[in-house]
């Protein structure tokens, strides 16, 4: 979710059937996240409305993407909608609640262990691989805009800058995100802002903000375009040596290299089988895929001579 703060715009006290408590307010770029309660059932929820700052027209087609969007992936990978007005006078969207993000785990309790680190990267990796499939890119992965159930289980949050399909869901596509979890390709060239592979180096940056307790890569946009960019990071010995590839590939700064990089299709285990071809996505997949037994190559099989044959004849 957005970061605390005091919120850009002005907060009903109730907005349709729910209650809102502006002293639960976060914002972001797109929006204004408050928690909310339906005074018909008690549910608690999480709504957001627009920020003042963006024209009218354009948030309300803005909501009207991101809710098609949630309604499509919100569930196992993403929050879920609850219920949307984006035609009232103050449209907005009614989401589940998820009381907290990694960023505020981290800020309460500290870095997190290996493998509960681990099992969020995996878990965001293939969230991730079901939304380029759809042709999603987030584009603002970052430890405020991912959710954690009570169960560690996390849920990708505010798709308010996201891409479908190439077409903004709103915006304009130089909106960046939080600075110390966008890839440098994003930093420098515009060609680069609907590409999956994106989300992937954002995926390296949280990974290692979960294990050390603070981004990669921190000061100003200036610095962080150069930060981003440099070939010698060195890892904190807080990142254990298990983890260390997983981490030192995704924050590879070249697209083109590693788990970022294209997808090779593997050889089929079958002589005369083409192999599968690549798929079209940023290569999430293959940090969570799971390899099988080996598949061994069928033996070539002698002809067998029907029973009612003749023996062959030797001369």
Known sequence: MPESGPPPT?????????????????????????RGVDHR???????????QLIAPDSTRERLAREASTLTEVGGRHAVSLVAQDVDGQVPYLAMEYLPHTIADVVAERGRLGAPVALRIVRQLAEALAYLHERGIVHRDLSPANVGLTADLEPRLLDFGIAVTNGAEIGGSTAELGTPQYTAPERLVEARYD????TDLYALGCLAYFM????PPF???????????QARDLVLPPTIPDRLRPIVTTLLNPDPDL????????RPHPCRRRRAAPALPVSGCERLVERRGPRQLRPRDRRLRRPAHAEPE???
């Open 10 to 34: 002005p907060i009903p006290a109730e907005l349709g059937p729910y209650r809102l408590a502006s002293d639960t307010a976060s914002f972001g770029a797109t929006g204004v996240v408050v």
């Open 41 to 51: 059932d008690g549910q608690v929820v999480a709504v957001k409305i627009p920020n």
């Open 194 to 197: 609907n590409d999956p592979r």
């Open 211 to 214: 294990l050390d307790g603070r």
């Open 218 to 228: 921190e000061g100003s946009r200036a610095d962080l375009v150069d930060r981003h």
């Open 258 to 265: 590693g788990p970022r990089g294209p997808r090779r299709p």
């Open 313 to 315: 004849r030797r001369p």
